[in-house]
């Protein structure tokens, strides 16, 4: 079946500006996780929903991000005022529930952004 | 704060030989994962180690776990090119809630 899908695939955008990255997570995977991948380093988290509401968005670095998954199933991460540091790969993940919490987190191709 | 890391952080290898790569975490965890990640690409998920002892093997990759010691490692037996990739480590402290993943290792297998 279709994996996790993510648009855009590259974003190039100026310092100030807002953007907005999409995630199509695996059909019926009710969890949902943003992460950030730094050049040279592994993912870090930012937020996690299950269902449509935030369950956790501890990881996220100020309020200039925020996320959203109004319908439980696609999510938007959305960037106020971009500043050159926030540079990086987006990733979002989707996982299943079992007995035991969530199953495997399954990750998307990233999206690539890049202010200027 | 859980703290995860790995070493090496850069692994050049010959074919045909073996070597280990070791994930070290700070508390206890729920569960621990390794995944693939080739240039440019997303994270593949290649093992989840869900108990003490417990032992996953997948063609010329085996993961371990010791839970007491919060230690698991990577072992590659008989190296290939095609293994050639960065290999991260996670841990999940609370059922799904989040991963934290080591920083990468850079595996280079050279013919």
């Known amino acids: 079946g279709a994996g996790v899908s993510q648009t855009p695939s590259n974003k190039v955008t100026e310092k100030g500006k807002y953007v907005e990255l999409r995630c199509d997570p695996i059909?019926?995977?009710?969890?949902l996780y943003w992460y950030r991948q730094s050049l040279g380093q592994g993912p870090e988290f930012l937020i996690y929903?299950?269902?449509?509401?935030?369950?956790?968005d501890s990881g996220l670095p100020n309020d200039r991000f925020f996320a959203v998954r109004p319908e439980g199933s696609v999510s938007t991460l959305k960037i106020q005022r971009t500043e050159r540091g926030d540079s990086a790969v987006y990733l979002c993940?989707?996982?299943?529930?079992?007995?035991?919490?969530?199953?495997?987190?399954?990750f998307g191709p990233g999206t690539r952004l890049t202010v200027l | 704060e859980l703290k995860v890391e790995q070493n090496p952080l850069f692994l050049s290898m010959q074919e045909g030989k073996n070597y280990t790569i070791y994930c070290n975490y700070s508390?206890?965890?729920?569960?621990l994962y390794w995944y693939r990640q080739d240039p440019g690409k997303s994270l593949e998920s290649l093992f989840v180690?869900?108990?003490?002892?417990a032992v996953k093997q997948e063609g010329r990759l085996m993961a371990s776990l010791d839970t007491k010691a919060r230690l698991s490692t990577l072992h590659i037996t008989a190296a290939v090119h095609d293994l050639s990739a960065t290999y991260f480590c996670a841990v999940d402290m609370e059922y799904g809630n989040k991963l934290v993943f080591g920083a990468g290792t850079i595996l280079r297998v050279k013919s």
């Open positions: 059909s019926g995977h009710t969890a």
């Open positions: 929903f299950q269902g449509t509401g935030a369950a956790d």
């Open positions: 180690l869900l108990s003490n002892g």
């Open positions: 993940a989707s996982s299943s529930f079992g007995a035991l919490g969530a199953d495997t987190q399954y």
């Open positions: 508390t206890t965890s729920d569960r």
